[in-house]
């Protein structure tokens, strides 16, 4: 099965602060992408990419940065972190727009 | 407003039983659905897909389609304890926005023994 690897799995930061989350896809996939999944409001499609480079604005991108560095690196920056940021994130890979997304485990932020 | 409605929220069913689910666009550029199930505390993983006006079967599980209402809905017969889970419908098309699939909130679904 596509493996999609997150790091880390759990972060607690304080407001204001800088958060790096990362994700590694070693499937060869063309697309990844960037979710927050909160009670109420389900999965929420943040940023995705669909190569190296290359960079897409999803639904809810304010307070967000991406970066895809290679086509397997994938990474969330949060450069002032705030309270309404805590939420579990996931990161995603597809081989194209319309094929299976294969999910990572998930990272557990915690902003205080 | 959510693009992706799905219903009901939450459902109860006995082990053995028929579980319905719906889910319905509001965005006339959906091109395709898919069906995800994510165990509690586990990560999402793809159920089904179906492109197509009609019907999709695969075990127990049958999808059905209507591209003129936008609407789709999964079925489960013979539900099983391990059916238990959260349901995800997500929608995409093929337009410049480059196939991004938008989540419903999902349907929360409990097979009691």
């Known amino acids: 099965e596509a493996a999609v690897t997150q790091s880390p799995r759990n972060k607690v930061t304080v407001t204001g602060g800088n958060v790096t989350l990362s994700c590694r896809q070693t499937?060869?996939?063309?697309?990844m992408y960037w979710y927050r999944q909160d009670t109420g409001h389900g999965l929420r499609l943040i940023h995705y990419?669909?190569?190296?480079?290359?960079?897409q604005i999803g639904d809810v991108p304010d307070g967000y940065k991406a970066t895809r560095t290679t086509q397997e690196d994938f990474f969330l920056l949060l450069e002032l972190a705030s309270p309404s940021q805590t939420s579990l994130y996931f990161c995603?890979?597809?081989?194209?727009?319309?094929?299976?997304?294969?999910f990572g485990k998930g990272t557990r932020l915690t902003v205080v | 407003q959510q693009k992706v409605q799905q219903s009901p929220e939450s459902l109860i069913v006995p082990e053995g039983g028929m579980a319905s689910l719906n889910c319905t666009s509001s965005?006339?550029?959906?091109?395709y659905f898919w069906w995800y199930r994510q165990h509690s505390g586990k990560s999402p993983k793809m159920l089904m897909?179906?492109?197509?006006?009609g019907e999709k079967e695969e075990g127990r599980f049958t999808v059905h389609l209507n591209k003129a209402s936008l609407h789709t809905s999964l079925h489960i017969r013979d539900s099983q304890p391990s059916d238990s889970a959260l349901y995800l419908c997500?929608?995409?098309?093929?337009?410049?926005?480059?196939?991004?699939?938008?989540f419903g909130i999902g349907t929360l679904l409990s097979v009691k023994p």
């Open positions: 499937n060869s996939h063309n697309y």
């Open positions: 897909s179906i492109f197509s006006n």
């Open positions: 990419s669909y190569g190296a480079g290359n960079l």
């Open positions: 997500a929608a995409a098309g093929y337009g410049s926005s480059g196939n991004k699939l938008i």
């Open positions: 965005d006339r550029n959906v091109d």
């Open positions: 995603a890979s597809s081989r194209q727009g319309d094929t299976e997304v294969f």
